[in-house]
């Protein structure tokens, strides 16, 4: 299974950018990685996905490093509805259902 | 709302009794997953089907546990004699092959 290392929280203001690494070192090469998000009292919800290269869609862009060892979630204006919990996990499409505590992300007003 | 419906939301009973969860995936979805949620940490596996089909289960998956997908359609969780180490949110999800999983808003279950 792929571990990830999250930091435990991250603080941002409003209307600035937000850059939330994980680290994956141990991913296959066929490990897509994957961030969801969680609100409070609600289930995770799905952010983005990648496997090579960057991607960009409307919530957010995600930049992996070559050698696919870490990766960054990049929100680009953080509002106050992007408070929550982000998880990374690699998932190779159902076969890899890993995730850690994840960081909290506080944005402040 | 994602479009996967669990029930009851929450659910509090004593301890040694049985309790049984619902989760509604996504008409579509062939895939079903089950997953616990302690405070303060991220979501840890429990089962997944494909289909009808129970494919990997985890070793929290103690066998005071099962689940159930008949017919591949909804899938139930339920846990036997539960223990106050039970009292988690229960979450499901739900995906096609090859991509992500959409989760439900949880059970959150108390166990006195």
């Known amino acids: 299974d792929a571990k990830t290392t999250q930091p435990n929280s991250m603080e941002s203001n409003e209307e600035e950018p937000v850059h939330l690494p994980c680290n994956h070192s141990t991913i296959s090469g066929t490990d897509y990685i994957h961030w969801y998000r969680q609100l409070p009292s609600q289930g995770p919800e799905y952010v983005i996905h990648g496997l090579t290269s960057n991607v960009n869609n409307r919530m957010a862009s995600l930049a992996i490093a070559e050698d696919r060892k870490s990766s960054t979630l990049i929100l680009h204006r953080a509002t106050l509805r992007d408070a929550a919990v982000y998880y990374c996990?690699?998932?190779?499409?159902?076969?890899?259902?890993?995730f850690g505590p994840g960081t909290r992300l506080s944005v402040l007003p | 709302d994602t479009g996967v419906s669990q029930d009851p939301r929450h659910k509090i009973t004593k301890r040694g009794q049985n309790v049984t969860f619902r989760c509604d995936p996504i008409?579509?979805?062939?895939?079903l997953y089950w997953y616990r949620q302690t405070l303060g940490q991220g979501p840890e596996f429990l089962t997944y089907f494909q289909n009808e089909a129970q494919l990997e289960k985890s070793r929290l998956l103690s066998d005071r546990f099962s689940a159930e997908r008949p017919k591949g359609s909804f899938s139930t969780l339920e846990i036997q004699r539960t223990e106050q180490g039970d009292s988690a949110m229960y979450l499901c999800a739900s995906s096609s092959p090859f991509t992500v999983q959409y989760f439900g808003p949880g059970t959150r279950l108390t166990v006195t």
């Open positions: 996990t690699g998932d190779n499409y159902g076969q890899n259902f890993v």
């Open positions: 008409s579509e979805h062939n895939r």
